[in-house]
């Protein structure tokens, strides 16, 4: 019912900056919540940041406060991911999630109703 389209991946060095795009259609309109969430080989998906779509109070994986900040433009239906001070341990696919359900600052992957396709950053040492 959301459509939802990562971009803005790449390869950078350690101590590097990658903003991350992440465009929504459809049903955006329907959405209580936004979240980046990564993936790197062999793990689980992992929670990196929410916020909220009616105020836009975030929340963050503590490997990422102060280096990852999480923004919106409601004009363009789009969610932003700044992330500064990469480190070579923040390398995965970086995924974006809508959720539906309103459940209060949830880090869970079972509490978002859609995804993309992912975004691969690479953060070399």
């Known amino acids: 019912q959301v459509q939802l389209v990562e971009s803005g991946g790449g390869l950078v060095q350690a101590g590097g900056s990658l903003r991350l795009s992440c465009a929504a259609s459809?049903?955006?309109?329907?959405?209580?919540?936004m979240a980046w969430f990564r993936q790197a080989p062999g793990m689980e998906r992992e929670f990196v940041a929410a916020?909220?779509?009616?105020?836009?109070?975030?929340y963050y994986a503590d490997s990422v406060k102060g280096r990852f900040t999480i923004s919106p433009d409601n004009a363009k239906n789009t969610m932003y991911l700044q992330m500064n001070n990469l480190k070579p341990e923040d390398t995965a696919v970086y995924y974006c999630?809508?959720?539906?359900?309103?459940?209060?600052?949830?880090?869970?992957?079972?509490?978002?109703?859609?995804w993309g396709q992912g975004t691969q950053v690479t953060v070399s040492s």
């Open positions: 459809g049903r955006t309109f329907s959405r209580r919540a």
């Open positions: 916020i909220s779509w009616s105020d836009d109070s975030t």
């Open positions: 999630g809508a959720m539906i359900a309103w459940r209060w600052r949830s880090q869970r992957v079972s509490d978002f109703d859609s």
